[in-house]
């Protein structure tokens, strides 16, 4: 639903060039299953969406790092993972 959500607010012009850049960078890796900006020009903040097929602590941490890489090629920061932010 992100994406499809983030694609609409973009066809109508509502997103930045970079912002689109951006989501089309972490759409491309295989675990995400969502992205989506926020803020003005959909650019201050990217929610990603990852699936897991389990909780395995190596999934998850080459995961992170992935992500992480590709924040770096933009200068983002990670905020970390939602469930900890909000259930921590």
């Known amino acids: 639903v992100f994406s ?3 694609d609409y607010l973009s066809s109508l012009g509502l997103e930045t060039a ?15 299953i969502g992205v989506k900006g926020c803020g003005a020009g959909l650019n201050d903040v990217f929610i990603v969406g990852v699936k897991h097929s389990s909780i395995d ?3 998850i ?3 992170r790092a ?4 590709v924040a770096k090629q933009f200068d983002l ?4 993972l939602l469930s900890e932010r909000l259930w921590s």
């Not at 970079?18 to 089309?24: G, L, P, T």
């Open 18 to 32: 970079s912002a689109k850049q951006v989501r089309i960078s972490f759409s491309t890796l295989p675990f995400v």
């Open 57 to 59: 602590s190596e999934i």
């Open 77 to 80: 920061s990670s905020l970390g």
């Open 4 to 6: 499809l959500f983030a």
């Open 66 to 69: 992935q992500l992480e890489a």
């Open 61 to 63: 941490e080459n995961t």
